[in-house]
C-alpha cells in the first residue's frame, strides 16, 4: 500500500509530530507500506523524533507569512503555489491514500485530482477554539478575539463538510462532531513501550507540553505551591517551551520555588525523564487525547489530570490508575497529589495497574484499526 501524509513542518517537538513518527514508522517498518510525508515548509535543521529510513520525504518550500484576519478569506498567491506544489508531488507519487493532519492544506486537499482517497486526522477536540477563546485572559480586544475565533471554529466545520472521511481521536469528540459514519475514532498509538518501570523512588512531580495558557501550568504551580511546606523535600519539573515562559518563571518566582519548580527545555528521550518520575500531572484545560498521560502510563507512573471535555477521561480510569479533576479546582488538584506523594505504596499500586491499563492503547492494536480502516477504505473505493 502507498500512502502519504502531509503536515505544515517536522522539526518542532510537538504530539502532532511524535504521533505520525509513530504510526509512519510502523507503517513503513512492519507493515512495508510504501510511506511519504509531504512537508509544507522547508526542510528543518533536525527532526525531534526519529522516523525510518524507509520514509520518503517531500519538502515543498512554502513560506506562510503574517496575515490579517480578514485575508484567510481569500486565497492569495502563496496559497496558490501552495496548493499546486502540493498537487504536483501527489500527483508524481500517486498515492493511494492521503491523510492531512488538518493543516493550511485542509481547504483545498479534498479538490485536488490525483486519485487518492482524503482522510482529515483531527487531533485536538472539535471545540479546541471555542475553548481558547473563553481563556483569553486580561485582553482588551477579548470579545473580538472569541468572536474570530468562533468563526474560525465555524471554517474548520464546514471544511470538515467536504471530506468523506475524518479521524478523530476520542468518542466523545465524534459525538461534538455529530457522531456520523464519516468519523471513525482511532486513538493514538502509545509512542514507545518499555519493560521498564519507575521505581516511584524519587520525591518528583513531571509534567510536560506547550508554555501557553490552555494547558494550566499556572494551575499546577499553584496546587504545588499550596503543599510544598509539607514536602519540602519534593521539586516539579515541566519540560516544554511556549510563549508564556516568562510569565510562568514570574510565578514561580513570586512564589520563592525557583530551586523546587523547574521549567526545563523539551526533550526527545521522554522515556527517561517519566522513569524517574514518581507522579505525573497533565493540567490541561482541553485536550484532544492526552498522549503523554499514555507516556507516563506506560513507564508505571500514576497520573493526574483535568477532567477537561476530551480526552484524559478516556485514558485514566478515575481512582484506579489515577485521578481526575474537576477543571481549575486548585485544592482538589493539590489533593490528589498529596496521597500520592504521602504514601509510596499507594502510587506503586496505582502505577502498577496504570501500566496494565494503558495496554489497551499498545501499539499492535492501534496499528491494526488503522490497517483495517485503510483495507475497508480501497475496498469501497474499488
Known amino acids: ?40 515548509e522547508k526542510k528543518p535543521h533536525s527532526l525531534f523524533y526519529p522516523f525510518s529510513g524507509k520514509i520518503r520525504f517531500h519538502y515543498l518550500d512554502i513560506i506562510f507569512p503574517k496575515r490579517k484576519p480578514w485575508e484567510i478569506l481569500f486565497p492569495n498567491e502563496e496559497d496558490k503555489i501552495y496548493e499546486e506544489k502540493l498537487s504536483r508531488v501527489l500527483n508524481k507519487i500517486h498515492p493511494e491514500i492521503t491523510i492531512s493532519t488538518f493543516g493550511p492544506d485542509a481547504s483545498f486537499l479534498y479538490k485536488l485530482k490525483d486519485g487518492s482517497i ?66 471513525t475514532v482511532i486513538p493514538n498509538p502509545l509512542s514507545f513501550q518499555t519493560e521498564k518501570t519507575a521505581l516511584l523512588e524519587n520525591q518528583l512531580i513531571v509534567s510536560m507540553g506547550r508554555l ?18 509539607k514536602y519540602p523535600d519534593w521539586q516539579l519539573h515541566i519540560y516544554g517551551d511556549g510563549s508564556e515562559k516568562d510569565i510562568l ?19 526527545a528521550d521522554v522515556e527517561s525523564i517519566l522513569l524517574d518520575a514518581s507522579l505525573f500531572v497533565l493540567p490541561s484545560l482541553y485536550d484532544g487525547f492526552g498522549l503523554v498521560l499514555t507516556e507516563a502510563m506506560a513507564c508505571g ?8 471535555e476530551c480526552g484524559p477521561s478516556e485514558i485514566i480510569s478515575d481512582n484506579e490508575d489515577g485521578f481526575l479533576v474537576e ?32 495496554l489497551k492503547f499498545d501499539t499492535e492494536k492501534i496499528m491494526k484499526l488503522w490497517q483495517t480502516y485503510f483495507e475497508k477504505l480501497l475496498v469501497h473505493n474499488t
Open 301 to 308: 507512573v500514576p497520573c493526574i489530570a483535568f477532567d477537561c
Open 327 to 358: 477543571l481549575k479546582n486548585v485544592p482538589l488538584l493539590a489533593g490528589k497529589m498529596e496521597l500520592l506523594m504521602m504514601d509510596k505504596r499507594y502510587r506503586k499500586e496505582m502505577g502498577k495497574r496504570a501500566k496494565d491499563n494503558v
Open 1 to 40: 500500500m502507498k500512502i502519504a501524509y502531509s503536515i505544515k513542518n517536522l522539526g518542532n517537538s510537538g504530539g502532532i509530530e511524535r504521533v505520525l513518527s509513530s504510526k509512519a514508522n510502523y507503517f513503513a517498518d512492519q507493515l512495508e507500506y510504501e510511506v511519504h510525508i509531504i512537508v509544507s
Open 118 to 183: 482524503k482522510i482529515l486526522e483531527f487531533h485536538f477536540t472539535k471545540n479546541y477554539l471555542k475553548h481558547l477563546g473563553e481563556s483569553l485572559q486580561n485582553d482588551k480586544f477579548r470579545w473580538i478575539r472569541k468572536y474570530w475565533l468562533d468563526f474560525l471554529q465555524r471554517r474548520e466545520t464546514y471544511l470538515s463538510g467536504k471530506y468523506d472521511h475524518i479521524v478523530v481521536l476520542t468518542e466523545k469528540d465524534k459525538q461534538l462532531w455529530g457522531g456520523n459514519d464519516k468519523f
Open 212 to 229: 501557553v495558557y490552555p494547558k494550566g501550568f499556572s494551575y499546577l504551580i499553584d496546587a504545588f505551591a499550596s503543599i510544598q511546606k
Open 249 to 267: 518563571q514570574n510565578q514561580i518566582n513570586q512564589l520563592a520555588l525557583q530551586d523546587k519548580i523547574l521549567l526545563k527545555k523539551p526533550d
